[in-house]
């Protein structure tokens, strides 16, 4: 693919993304608002039953929840509703040859610009609370990045699942909360009692090496393993690569799919 | 716009063609559905078998049939929408082909301009082409102050007519038409009928899918009759409406008897 037909393809991602929030934005009376009422929403249960309800033994348990989980929002968003994607852009599908990625693509960039807010929300969360900014937290955009690498391929798979069969779009959800429990959201990997436990679970499930860094780079001043960083977005990377091209070549096999569904 | 902006990034597959005259040829082409049967079991369903088909260059080539026939799966196959089940598909190399979409990706939460940004973007223009085409559409659809007013506020007639202004900006060489000239209130229709058989007339090959038999007699040089997933008959325009008006009265006695 060269540079044009990148940045055409780009774009058409972009628009459709920028498109759908603006639509979805004029279906609500508070529009863009809910932006930053979700995640505020979010973080008040939060300390609603930590901090007030259970009065929790850990005193920055707010802060540590609310920097694994709303992170992983971002993917378990991303990832379901990129999942039905291709199957409900039917009418188009029946009607143009677009390249059929561009759809689970579009979500996964409207969830990107839905996250920049609560990312911002966090850090004022972080702030507010007393948190002092250091250099550690210029971590956050690299982080970031390789969860944009991981949620990509995992939202293309996903969506593709769908087109085989519509089943998936339970297993997709059901998946998400599964990860939910096993990525250490409620509880700290570093608590767990066995190191090799501790370091099977940061190796096979990206998801919770990442959260563990958002919470170190943020609330703890310390650097992520940044080797483990750059392979986990160069896996990402190359597995986003795949994905593109498994559904490019799958195009009219989709089409079927779709338009017999 | 450049002739190639319809189809921005698939690459043909171009084959040898039978016929020199041929655009895109068809050599006993099946096309398959699966309906599902139980848990895990799937069963295919004949939707096209073994159609044999050459689409000549600047040709208007009209497909006719009954609701059900087949008509817009053979369209989506010659739009390289669909791959054959079995059969091939030769297409001459470098043409470029799309489907004149009515509203194609319309929401309608958005104003007409912003409908009609994204609709001529995934037609193939890049943003700024597009932002060119706006004046042009809001002219032609005669929307005025309702372009800056959200869809779900218009009327279906108002709907057809952006839908109708944005399709007319797509520029390939072979276009495919499936029902849509007949849009909006009696003024508009002639105005876009118009400006459809411009396009028509000329060089442009299309692909005209329709029922209104006046409307292919008009503007077709050759038909197909397509019947239960069969090509019955291809030929001369009147020749083959006139086939059909039999097998429309046949099917009419049939049902009376």
Known sequence: MNLQSFYRYFSLVDIQARMSLRADASRMYLGYLWWTLEPLLYVAVFYLVFDVILSSGRADFLLFLACGKLPFMWFSGSVNTASNAMLNAKGLIGQSRLPKVLFPLARVQEGLYRQATVFCVLILLLLLSGVAPGASWLWLFPIMLVQYLIIVPCAIFAALLVCIARDFMRVVSLGTVFLLFVSGIFWDVRDVASVQTQQLILTVNPLAFILDAYRQALLYGVAPDGIHLLVLGAVGLLASVLMMKLVSRLDQWIALRVLSS | ?257
Not at chain 2, 42 to 64: F, Y
Not at chain 2, 151 to 172: K, P, W
């Open chain 2, 1 to 257: 716009m450049d002739s190639t902006a319809g189809v921005v990034f698939m690459s043909e597959t171009a084959l040898q063609l039978a016929n020199d005259g041929a655009v895109l040829s068809l050599r006993s082409v099946d096309l398959d559905f699966h309906r599902r049967t139980g848990l895990l079991g799937s069963v295919p369903v004949p939707i096209l078998q073994r159609v044999d088909l050459d689409l000549l260059r600047g040709e208007t080539l009209g497909v006719i049939g009954l609701n059900g026939c087949g008509k817009s799966s053979l369209m989506r196959v010659l739009a390289g929408i669909l791959a054959p089940t079995r059969g091939s598909i030769a297409l001459r190399q470098g043409t470029t082909r799309a489907v004149l979409a009515l509203g194609l990706g319309f929401r309608p939460e958005l104003t007409g301009r912003d409908n009609a940004l994204l609709s001529a973007m995934l037609q193939g223009c890049s943003r700024e082409q597009a932002e060119g085409y706006l004046d042009a559409i809001l002219d032609f659809s005669e929307l005025n102050e309702y372009f800056e007013q959200p869809v779900s506020t218009y009327s279906s007639g108002m709907r057809s007519r952006l839908g109708f202004s944005t399709a007319l900006i797509s520029q390939v060489d072979i276009l495919f038409i499936d029902e849509v000239l007949a849009v909006g209130d009696a003024s508009f229709r002639q105005k876009a009928s118009a400006a459809i058989k411009e396009k028509i007339r000329g060089e442009q090959t299309v692909v005209l899918v329709s029922h209104n038999l006046q409307e292919v007699e008009e503007l077709c040089d050759r038909v197909a009759l397509i019947h239960a997933g069969r090509l019955m008959e291809l030929g001369p325009t009147l020749e083959v409406t006139d086939s059909y008006r039999k097998l429309l009265n046949d099917l009419a006695r049939s049902r009376s008897t």
